[in-house]
């Protein structure tokens, strides 16, 4: 295996540890080792590498930079607000504080560069510099010219420097429409199950044996590997639910080899933790704890989205049932429904066959507040005063995100609203206050 | 003080010291206050009952949120220790972010304060680093970046350098912090330097908790969690979970409508970095339970609302926002208006002091409890020689005045006591007739004599039916409640409920005997019943036997089930009546409820209109006074052409209407209507028009439309 891992310019003991740590990634490795060169040779400008969420991307970058000892500069773009953080980062991982110090406030690219420039003069590369950064995506929203410069920064400080993109995203939806140097790419595969499974073993719990691991990490394969292939968030499932697979073994009515009795406990565990604490329903804490717990009392732990009851006052009840109706209600078909005396409306005419069931499919539609507000004085059963507190009732429904504003907020004048609630919701809002809902919708006539 | 000058220039007048005399709080009380004489010790009353009444409301919010907030501080605590461990499971587990995610209902307004003593109580216990953040001061990741770091350092670097520097330098300082440090491994290198401090022994503040917490953990509050922009929020936690190993971070997130928003906000990516554990606080309506119960519902609290105003503050509390606090605020306005405007509420303090405010009123304060109509009712009840010296000598109207503030006390101290039993009897009933809350039952009992209501009457024979047990113990109940009144007449009550309580728990060794034979007498007509099978006889055999049924002879508990209600009826009859039938009931009785609506409910429109449709409410001018539905032509031009606007259809002739405006203003300025120039449009009226025009324009009526030249359309109904 590590045969793969062979380079010139290093140590071989050092390549054995790094292949060890990368289990699974050796020919990425290698790839990455052979673009890279020799440590005092030029490297490639650029590299993009991209590959799904944790695919190994940054802990292969992580690894090589760090046991081969290379001089580079990891820098996270969620973290970098603005660009000066970014320069920042970069100027203090290669030339200290003092030099990051020189920046200006808001710097901008070219005093990076001027300041780049001027210290790499003062202690030039012996090796390749690497630039790494992790989430490169977010790059394309800061400064146009942000990205064509770090993908030739080479040139511009005239360095032994290489920038290194890490993405989640491929290359194509990055480069700009002016054109730019194109970098190496690189793609990162995920994992096949058979490298999860191998990889994930790797972590055993020092008290029991490996194939006892190695047959519980099978285990929960088969019933993770369908919905989530993420490395991370599978080792967490193992570490949570590890116990619970190695209690009959502590009581004592199993073997370790008899693993069809072992799948048979854990299976059904497994499969409620799917439900349950995978989707953060509940928290790993109380999942922990409740398998500390009994059986019986389990089924007294609710998961988040079980709490969807929310209280509100009695005009706030219906003054989203009545943005509900404004939503998901063609405007023309108001008369008919909030009329006494409307008269004869051609049933034909009414109904118009492509309108009939699409409005809930279509999803809500922005109103003005005068028809909000129409319709709630004739939905509400009793006189209202139009007080100021109606009105600041609509937009603490707004902050609530019940309702959301369309038009853009600084328009005092005749803003737009759309409904944000679900059908579930506004019928179990309307139950409260006894106003059927379902006889004033006009998908449901 | 001279600006006499041979050039042009600016002069510069500084505001003399003495003319900068600011108005004490008293003073803005006395000013205007009706009956001058005693506002300052009226003042110092309201003064008095208010500081009350804050702590107290205080006091109880802290109870109330004292579970929650206890868990919270368990949670804190238990993950700032999880993660010191170094077992297998805890190392492979991915290190997520505690993060607790506190319900707290749709009354946005009263979260502050239980965010406040939150933020107060991890401060004492659990860390010394806690931030909280709302969301309109977080619109950007760097805004959110920059408060959480003002917060977490800020507040150690001000205790640093106590000199006063200029503001100046303190700004440019702090504008380099951010833009070259605003990041969190700034936060990290600050708070390895902080923990390594903490553990030398010569440390500034060391509390004592906090030593034996090695890290203590670094907490944010996101105090409205809705507002906050998802972007943000998912970024700001991308970036923290980058440095979770370091920093012992945690989240707090205040939510007010339901749990189910953190999903709706955080994609799965995200809320995978967070251990979410859900924390429900009380219901906001019970809280408002709490609050009337220790605060409305009780004698100590010398201060009461009437029906209307209670009606008024709790319909505003339903109907519109949840907010306890507003419903303090509604109270504390109730309390300041009645003391301005009620020059009798001297007399509305403690019975103590009540008796030497008595003393020493004055002729004009005696001369208005005169005027009082619950007192003229009392003065017309008493003999005729009696009502003269009433109306007469001062001294004695003193006396009375006492004996009668006296009653008024004895009255809350029976009445309470009795508004509990009633409600505990009442409250488990089915459909609740007399209402759920103790609060309805104290309204129903402000509007009139609430045996006479016909709800009563229903929940009083739905309390016939109750079988013993539930009897009994309901009865326990009340004589708990009565175990803690004060009052003669109830102790003496609760000494006839109690041997009624002990009959009945002999009933239950004498009840062990076979009920009486009244059995047959029920047997046989139902015997008859098969022999008959007309329907008429049937209908007869069967009112025959309700009637015997009825008649029969009742047992000895239905007699003293009887016997106990009507107790209790005769204790609701004697105790309960409304606070208007007592004689100087206006001394602490608040009950103006249009002012407080007025104040608490405004009502934007209503007011344009009032003031368009009868300008005189407002300018008090009398030359505008005028009959119904009428305008002065003397009125502000907006208003004639309000006026006019209403007699139009939907689109409105703007030269017509320039027209009417001209002739009805030609009528004021009393201009010759025969004349020629009567009526005719001059610049003046012209831009007068104009102006009004627009001003209805501004105010919403009318706009401009492309239907027709030279109209505009209306914007609202009605008119003539």
New interface residues.
């Given amino acids: 295996m590590s045969a793969l891992l062979q380079h010139p310019g290093y140590e071989e003991e050092r390549l054995q540890t790094v292949a060890k740590q990368l289990p699974c990634r050796e020919v990425q490795a290698g790839m990455l080792l052979s673009l890279m060169g020799q440590p005092h040779q030029y490297s490639y400008p650029s590299i993009f590498i991209y590959g799904h969420?944790s695919s190994g991307k940054s802990h292969v970058l992580h690894v090589l930079l760090k046991e081969l000892e290379l001089p580079h500069a990891t820098v996270?773009c969620?973290?970098c607000?603005?660009v000066?953080?970014l320069f920042?980062q970069v100027l203090l991982s290669f030339f200290g504080c003092v030099a990051a110090?020189l920046?200006p406030?808001?710097p901008s690219l070219s005093d990076f560069v001027r300041i780049y420039r001027q210290q790499s003069s003062q202690s030039p590369a012996k090796q390749t510099r690497y630039i790494v950064m992790e989430k490169a995506e977010l790059l394309r929203d800061s400064n146009a010219n942000l990205l064509p410069a770090l993908l030739r920064l080479q040139e511009l400080v005239e360095d032994n420097v290489s920038v290194i993109l890490l993405s989640e995203i491929v290359w194509d939806r990055f480069r700009p429409n002016t054109g730019c140097f194109e970098p190496l790419l690189l793609h990162f595969p995920d994992y096949s199950k058979g490298e999860l499974q191998h990889i994930l073993a790797q972590?055993r719990?020092?008290?029991y044996s490996d194939e006892f691991y190695s047959a519980y990490i099978n285990i929960l394969l088969g019933v993770f590997y369908s919905v989530c292939r993420d490395l991370?968030?599978l080792?967490?499932l193992?570490?949570?639910n590890?116990?619970k697979f190695c209690e009959p073994l502590a009581e004592g009515k199993v073997k370790e080899t008899d693993t069809h009795k072992l799948w048979r406990n854990i299976e059904p565990h497994l499969k409620k933790a799917m439900q349950t604490v995978y989707?953060?329903e509940v928290?790993?804490?109380?999942w922990e704890k409740m398998q500390q717990m009994e059986e019986k009392e389990n089924g007294a732990l609710r998961g988040?989205?079980a709490?969807?009851?929310?209280?509100?006052?009695?005009?706030?009840k219906f003054l989203l049932i009545a943005a509900y109706l404004a939503s998901f209600n063609p405007a023309r078909t108001d008369k008919r429904f909030f009329v006494k005396h409307h008269g004869k409306i051609k049933k034909t005419n009414f109904l118009k066959k492509n309108e009939k069931t699409s409005n809930h499919l279509l999803g809500p539609k922005p109103f003005p507040l005068d028809r909000l507000l129409a319709i709630f004085y004739s939905v509400v059963d009793s006189r209202v005063?139009?007080?100021?507190?109606?009105f600041s009732?609509i937009s603490?429904l707004v902050?609530?995100?019940?309702l959301t504003q369309v038009s853009h907020s600084e328009q005092l004048d005749a803003p737009k609203y759309k409904c944000a609630v679900s059908m579930d919701f506004i019928c179990a809002i309307s139950r409260t206050v006894n106003f059927e809902i379902i006889k004033y919708l006009y998908d449901f006539l | 003080m001279s600006t006499s000058s041979v050039s042009k220039g600016c002069f510069v007048f500084k505001p003399s010291a003495k003319k900068k005399k600011t108005l004490s709080l008293e003073d803005h009380f006395i000013h205007g206050c009706e009956g001058a004489e005693k506002s300052k010790t009226r003042f110092q009353l309201c003064q008095e009952l208010w500081d009350q009444i804050k702590t107290d409301t205080e006091l109880l919010q802290d109870e109330l949120n004292r579970k929650i907030l206890d868990s919270l501080l368990d949670f804190t605590r238990k993950c700032s220790s999880t993660r010191q461990h170094s077992d297998w499971a805890s190392h492979m587990r991915a290190s997520e972010i505690p993060t607790a995610a506190l319900v707290l209902g749709v009354n946005v307004p009263d979260h502050d304060m239980t965010f406040q003593s939150l933020s107060e109580l991890l401060q004492q216990s659990v860390t010394p680093h806690v931030a909280s953040v709302q969301a309109k001061e977080c619109v950007a990741l760097k805004h959110l970046m920059k408060r959480v770091l003002e917060r977490l350092l800020g507040t150690d670097v001000t205790v640093d350098d106590d000199d006063n520097e200029e503001e100046e330098t303190e700004q440019t300082r702090a504008n380099l912090h951010k833009s070259v440090h605003c990041s969190l491994s700034t936060l990290c290198d600050w708070y390895t330097t902080k923990t390594k401090k903490s553990v030398t022994p010569g440390k500034k503040r060391s509390s004592p908790v906090k030593d034996d917490l090695q890290q203590p953990p670094i907490v944010i509050i996101f105090k409205d969690l809705e507002a906050f922009n998802a972007k943000v929020l998912q970024d700001f936690i991308l970036i923290c979970s980058r440095y979770i190993e370091r920093l012992p971070l945690m989240f707090i997130f205040g939510i007010a409508t339901s749990p189910s928003t953190i999903q709706h906000m955080l994609p799965h990516s995200v809320s995978s970095l967070l251990c979410i554990e859900l924390f429900q606080s009380l219901s906001c309506t019970q809280h408002l339970a709490t609050v009337i119960d220790k605060l409305i519902l009780t004698t100590w609290f010398p201060f009461k609302l009437n029906g209307k105003v209670m009606q008024v503050l709790i319909s505003i509390f339903l109907y519109h926002d949840f907010s306890v606090r507003n419903f303090i605020k509604g109270v504390q306005l109730a309390l300041l208006e009645h003391f301005h405007s009620q020059p009798l509420s001297v007399l509305c303090c403690r019975k103590k002091e009540a008796m030497l405010n008595v003393m020493q009123l004055g002729n004009h304060d005696l001369e208005r409890i005169r005027q009082l109509p619950s007192f003229k009712r009392y003065v017309e009840k008493q003999e005729p020689q009696e009502q003269e010296t009433l109306l007469k000598d001062d001294t004695h109207l003193k006396e009375v005045c006492q004996r009668l503030i006296k009653n008024l006390h004895k009255y809350h101290k029976n009445y309470y006591p009795t508004l509990r039993c009633l409600h505990t009897l009442t409250s488990s009933l089915p459909r609740y007739p007399l209402g759920k809350q103790i609060r309805e039952l104290h309204l129903i009992c402000l509007e009139k004599n609430v045996w006479e209501n016909e709800e009563y009457h229903t929940a009083m024979k739905l309390l016939k039916m109750l079988a013993k047990d539930e009897l009994i113990s309901l009865l326990k109940k009340c004589v708990e409640i009565l175990q803690h009144a004060k009052s003669k007449k109830i102790k003496r009550a609760l000494l006839q409920l109690e041997a009624m309580l002990a009959k009945f728990k002999q009933l239950d060794t004498v009840a062990t005997e076979p009920p009486p034979p009244a059995e047959e007498s029920i047997i046989s007509p139902v015997k008859n019943l098969q022999k008959k099978t007309d329907l008429f006889q049937l209908q007869k055999a069967l009112l025959e036997m309700n009637e015997s049924r009825r008649s029969k002879k009742l047992s000895p508990f239905e007699v003293l089930r009887n016997e106990a209600l009507q107790f209790i009826d005769g204790l609701v009859q004697s105790h309960l009546s409304p606070p208007e039938s007592q004689t100087l009931n206006e001394v602490c009785y608040y009950s103006s409820s249009a002012t407080v609506r007025r104040h608490l409910n405004a009502a934007p429109r209503t007011s344009i209109q009032t003031a368009l449709n009868s300008p005189f409410y407002y300018l008090q001018n009398d030359r505008l006074k005028t009959e119904d539905g009428t305008v002065s032509n003397a009125a502000p031009d907006i208003c004639i052409v309000y006026k006019l606007h209403l007699e139009c259809g939907r689109l409105i002739n703007l030269f017509d209407w320039l027209e009417a405006f001209s002739t009805v203003v030609s009528a004021a300025e009393g201009n010759d209507p025969d004349s020629d120039s009567f009526g005719k449009v001059d610049d003046v009226k012209h831009a007068r028009f104009i102006r009004a025009v627009s001003e209805l324009e501004f105010l919403g009526f009318i706009k401009s439309t492309k239907q027709k030249t030279d109209h505009v359309a209306r914007i609202t109904w009605g008119g003539c």
């Fill in positions: 969420q996270s969620v973290e607000v603005s000066a953080l920042e110090s920046l406030r808001s972590d719990n020092p008290s991370r968030e080792r967490h193992a570490a949570l590890f116990s989707l953060r928290s790993s804490l109380q988040l989205s709490h969807t009851h929310v209280e509100l006052p009695y005009y706030s005063a139009p007080t100021a507190s109606i009732q603490s902050t609530l995100q019940l």
